[in-house]
C-alpha cells in the first residue's frame, strides 16, 4: 500500500454550495497520516510560505504544474459492476431482450469468480483513471464474487459500496439467474456483511457492505422484509432503483396499492444510508418521505435517456432538498466517466425545459424552470456524492477525505482549446468539465494515497 | 505532401444503407495516384493473396493490426471554425447574451489574421485527430481570415468547405462585428469564391468556397438575393442555418409572410449542394422543397439541446427521403467529435420518443416511433455527410475517396472492454461508437494520405 501524501500544492476547484463553484489558488493542502484533509494554507496565510518549504525540503510535497488543476474524486452513486462487458451494447434493443439475452445471462457468468476478477480488475482501474475514487457497486447474486470485487477496490486504493443482489421471486426472475430461495438470499447477505465488514477493518479508505435488492418487482415481500430488518441490525447502506420507469412504478402501485417510495420505506428500506437509483417518478409525497428520511437518489442521467421513460426534474427535487447524487449506471449507461454524466445531466434538464416536440406549441412543450447548470451538475457528482452516501467525501476542505484528480488541460495531444480568451476560473472548469477526457486526468488521489498515474 | 498510400489491408465497417452496418474483413483497399479507392479484394479473391503480397514487398501496404478496424472519416457539415476558443463556455446563458457577449466579440477577434492561424492550426488538428477528415466551416465575415482557414485545412491534408460569413443587415448585427456595407458583402463573396477556387487547383484532397449567410435575420433581401445568384453563377456550395430555433422560425415567417425553407428557396439558396443547418422546425412541405431541390440537413445534435428549443424528428424526416449529415455545431455545440454526437442523435430521438415530463400519462409524453438506432446515426455521420455536400465521401467503395479513421480498441490505457462476451462485429462497432474516444484513434487519413499519427 502506497503511502499518504503528506501536502498538495496547487490550485483547486470544488462546490460547498449548490450552483455554485469555489475556486482557490495555489492551495496547500495538509493531510494526516489517515489520509484526511487536516488543514488548507493559501497565499497570505501567516505560516503558509514556511510550510510548503518544510514539505518541500521534506519530499512531502506533491506539487501541481502549470495547466494542471485539482478536483474532488468523483462519486459514482449507481454503477453494476458486472454489466461493465455491456457497456454500449444492444442499446437499441428493446428492455426485455436487453436484460433476458444481455444483462441476465452476463451476470449469470459470475459465479465465476475467475471471470468476476478478471471484469472487477479492469473496471477498477477503468473507473480511476476518470477520476471516480468512490463507486457504490451493484453485483450480483454470488457472494464470492461480490467479495472479489469488495478485494479487488480496497487493494487497488478505490472506495467500494458493494452489495450482494437479491432477486429471489420465482415469477419474476428467470431461471437461470435468481437466488436459490429467499432464505439463502438473506443468509447470504448476512454473511457478506459480516466478511465484508471484517475485512473492511483492514482497509484505509474503507468498504462497505450494502444491503441490496435488485428492485422490487424481483424480489418476495419475505426478501423485502428480511433485507429491511438486516439493514436495521447492522446499520449498514441499503441501495436499489426505484421508480425508474414507467413499467416499474406502475407495476409496484399496482402489487402493493402504494408507490414504489412508501413501499421501500415501508419494509425498512429507506434512511441516511439510503440510495435509490433513478426516481424519475416520484412525487412531491414521496419526495417528503427521502427528505426526512435522509434517503438519496443516484441520477443517471445516461441511462435515464434509454430505460427511465422520461427525464427526472433534478432541480424541482433539488428545491424540496432532496439529496441527489451522479451515478453512471453501466451498463443501463454506455459511459463510465461521471464527465460525460455531468454533461447529460445538464443536457437532459435542457430537454426537459424546452420539451422536444416541436408540432406543439413552445408554451406547452416543456416544463419551464427545469434547466440546471453545469455547476449544479459538478455538485452532483461531488458534494451530492458525499451527502448520498453519508461520507466525509466530495469536497476538499479539513475533515474531508483526502481524494482528488489532478487534471491537465495541456497534455500533449489532448489540449483544451486556450487562446487567452475566456480564462476566467468560472470557465476554466467549464472548459474541464465540458471538453477534457481521461486523457487529461493525470494523477488520481484516495484518502490522501496516489492510486493512478497516467 | 505526403505520398498516397497505395493499399491499406484491415477490416472496416461503414453503412452503404441507411440503418444497415457492412463489416468486411481482412480486405485489400486499393488507392490510385489521385487517393481514389480503385477496388477492394477481399480473401477469396483469386489475386487477393499475390496483390498483398506484391504491395507488401514494395512497402506500398499499410497493415492493420489485432484489434484495429477502419471507419470510413467522419463529415462535419456544421462547424463555427472561430467559436473554437468558446467551446462548452457560457451554455447556462440565455441565447442573447451567449451570442452578444461571447461569440460576436470573439468572431470580431477575427480581423486579425494571426489569431486567426492560431485558432484554426489548433483546431484542424484537433479534428483530423477525432477523424474528422471533412468539415464545412462557418468563417467570419474576414476574407483574409477565411483564406487562412481554407490553407490552414489544405496543408494540413483536410478537406474544408469554407465560407466568408454574410451577416449585413444593420439592424440585426451589432455594430462592433458586421460587413460595412451589402454591397462589400457580396464583392468579398464573390472574391473569396475565386480565390478560394484558384487556390484550390493545387489541394489534392479538395477546398471549396461556400456561399455563406449567417441566417435570414441577419442579411437583408439585397444580400439574400445577391447571395442566391452568386450561387448560381459559381454553382457553389450554400450553406445557412434554417428553422433552427423557434424564435428564428418565426421571425422569418413575421418577416416574408411564408417559412424559413420558403424563403431560402425563393432567395435562390437551396440547391444539390446546398447544406441546411439544424431544420428543427420545418413542416413536411419543407421537407418536400429539400427533397425536390436536393438541399440537406445539418443535424447537430448536441448544439440542438441547448438552441434549438426542441428535438429535430429525424426518423420522420428520413422517411421523407431528406438527405442528412451530421454536425458539431461548434461552439453551440461543446463538443469538436462527432463521435459524441452520433451518441446524442441516438439519445435524443430517444428523448423525443419517450417525452420528458413525468407528470404526463406516457400516451401523452412523447412522438411514438421516433427513435434511431447507433447505426443509422454513423450512417449520418458518414455516408449521409458525402450525400449532404455532394461528394463521393463517407463509404469505403471504388469511386470514393480515401478517407479513413484507424480505430485501435486496444490502446494502453484506453482500452475498450473485451472479455469475448459480445464480441460479435455488430457489437463491436456500437462499442467503438459509444465508447472510444480520441485516445483510440490511431492514424487518419484523407484522399489516401495520412495526415494524422497518434
Known amino acids: 500500500m502506497v503511502e499518504v501524501t503528506k501536502a498538495i500544492l496547487g490550485s483547486y476547484f470544488h462546490a460547498p454550495t449548490y450552483g455554485e463553484i469555489t475556486y482557490v489558488q495555489n492551495a ?30 521534506n519530499n512531502q510535497l506533491k506539487e501541481l504544474r502549470k495547466d494542471q488543476y485539482l478536483l474532488p474524486g468523483f462519486i459514482d452513486t449507481h454503477i453494476h459492476a458486472p454489466q461493465w462487458p455491456q ?20 451476470e449469470a457468468k459470475y459465479a465465476d469468480v475467475g471471470f468476476a ?45 458493494v452489495g450482494k443482489v437479491v432477486m429471489d421471486d420465482k415469477e419474476g426472475n428467470p431461471e437461470f439467474y435468481r437466488d436459490e430461495s429467499t432464505e439463502v438470499a438473506l443468509r447470504e447477505t448476512e454473511e457478506f456483511i459480516q ?43 441499503v441501495h436499489t432503483h426505484c421508480s425508474e420507469g414507467q413499467w ?67 432541480k424541482h427535487l433539488k428545491e424540496l432538498e432532496v439529496q441527489i447524487g451522479l451515478g453512471t449506471d453501466i451498463s443501463g449507461g454506455f459511459s463510465p466517466s461521471l464527465y460525460d454524466n455531468i454533461k447529460q445531466a445538464v443536457m437532459s434538464s435542457r430537454q426537459l425545459e424546452e420539451g ?16 440546471i447548470s453545469v455547476a449544479e451538475a459538478f455538485y452532483l457528482a461531488t458534494t451530492g456524492g458525499g451527502e448520498a452516501l453519508d461520507l466525509p467525501l466530495g469536497l476538499i476542505e479539513p475533515g474531508y477525505t483526502g481524494d ?36 487529461n486526468i493525470q494523477e488520481v488521489y484516495v484518502q490522501g494515497r496516489r492510486v493512478h498515474k497516467r
Chains 1, 2 share one sequence.
Open 404 to 439: 482528488f484528480q489532478i487534471v491537465d488541460t495541456q497534455i500533449a495531444g489532448h489540449e483544451l482549446p486556450s487562446f487567452n480568451v475566456f480564462d476566467e476560473p468560472e470557465y476554466l472548469l467549464q472548459r474541464i468539465l465540458y471538453l477534457s477526457t481521461q486523457a
Open 195 to 237: 466478511e465484508v465488514r471484517e475485512y473492511g477493518k483492514n482497509v484505509p479508505q474503507g468498504v462497505y457492505p450494502v444491503v441490496m435488492p435488485r428492485f422490487v418487482p424481483s424480489c418476495t415481500d419475505e426478501a423485502l422484509d428480511g433485507l429491511g430488518k438486516l439493514a436495521k441490525k447492522y446499520d449498514t447502506h
Open 356 to 371: 422536444v416536440d416541436t408540432n406543439l406549441p413552445q408554451s406547452e412543450r416543456g416544463v419551464p424552470n427545469s434547466r
Open 28 to 57: 496547500l493542502i495538509l493531510m494526516n497520516t489517515q489520509g484526511v484533509i487536516e488543514s488548507i494554507l493559501v497565499p497570505g496565510d501567516e505560516d503558509y510560505q514556511q510550510t510548503v518549504e518544510e514539505h518541500r525540503q
Open 117 to 161: 476478477r478478471e471484469v472487477y480488475t479492469d473496471l477498477v482501474q477503468q473507473l480511476l483513471a476518470r477520476g471516480t475514487t468512490t463507486a457504490l457497486y451493484f453485483g450480483t447474486i454470488h457472494k464470492e464474487s461480490n467479495l472479489e470485487l469488495v478485494k479487488i477496490s480496497a487493494e487497488m486504493g478505490q472506495r467500494a459500496l
Open 87 to 106: 457497456a454500449g451494447i444492444a442499446l437499441d434493443a428493446p428492455l426485455n431482450i436487453w436484460l433476458d439475452e444481455h444483462s441476465f445471462p452476463l
Open 248 to 314: 416499474e412504478h406502475d407495476f409496484v402501485k399496482e402489487r402493493f396499492g402504494k408507490t414504489d417510495t412508501e413501499t421501500l420505506r415501508d419494509f425498512g428500506l429507506f434512511g441516511e444510508k439510503s440510495v435509490m437509483a433513478h426516481s424519475n417518478f416520484i412525487n412531491d409525497n414521496d419526495a417528503g418521505i427521502y427528505v426526512e428520511t435522509g434517503t438519496a437518489v443516484a441520477h443517471c442521467p445516461i441511462s435515464n435517456v434509454y430505460f427511465a421513460n422520461s427525464v427526472i426534474p433534478i
